[in-house]
């Protein structure tokens, strides 16, 4: 079986931290996503607020996805890592989230924790998706 590794040359170069920023089994047509945050290309987090994190990971979520020809529909599962106690921020990013994956409400996980891949990283949102097209 060969794992096909997506890294979009628009994000950040995950070698350094070892990672790519997904996988696609081609077997059975499931794209891993790593959790995509609010970073530059430079590894610095663009935003400050929990908000605006939450879009920059949301976006370099669909272009993760479209790099490994899938889409938002395609999405089976989300994880939502958000620093600190997630039901104190589910005003912040659910609508968020609606606005950049619609409603094809896939099974989602919400996860509060204490630190994340930077200080200043306050959100992680990774996928398990399939594959539309290769």
């Known amino acids: ?66 790099a490994a020809g899938s889409s938002v529909e395609q999405i089976l599962h989300l994880r939502v890592y958000v620093r600190g106690e997630i039901g104190e921020h589910l005003e912040t990013v659910a609508p968020i989230l609606v606005q950049h994956l619609g409603f094809p409400r896939p099974a989602l996980t919400g996860i509060g924790v204490t630190s994340l891949a930077s200080p200043d990283t306050l959100i992680e949102i990774e996928a398990v998706a399939k594959v539309v097209r290769r």
């Open 1 to 66: 079986m060969t794992i096909e590794r997506i890294n979009p040359p628009a994000l950040y170069d995950g070698t350094p931290h070892g990672l790519s920023h997904a996988t696609v089994d081609p077997d059975t047509g499931l794209v891993f996503v790593s959790g995509q945050v609010d970073w530059d290309q430079d590894y610095r987090v663009r935003h400050t607020t929990l908000a605006e994190q939450t879009e920059g990971a949301a976006r370099n979520l669909l272009t993760v996805l479209a």
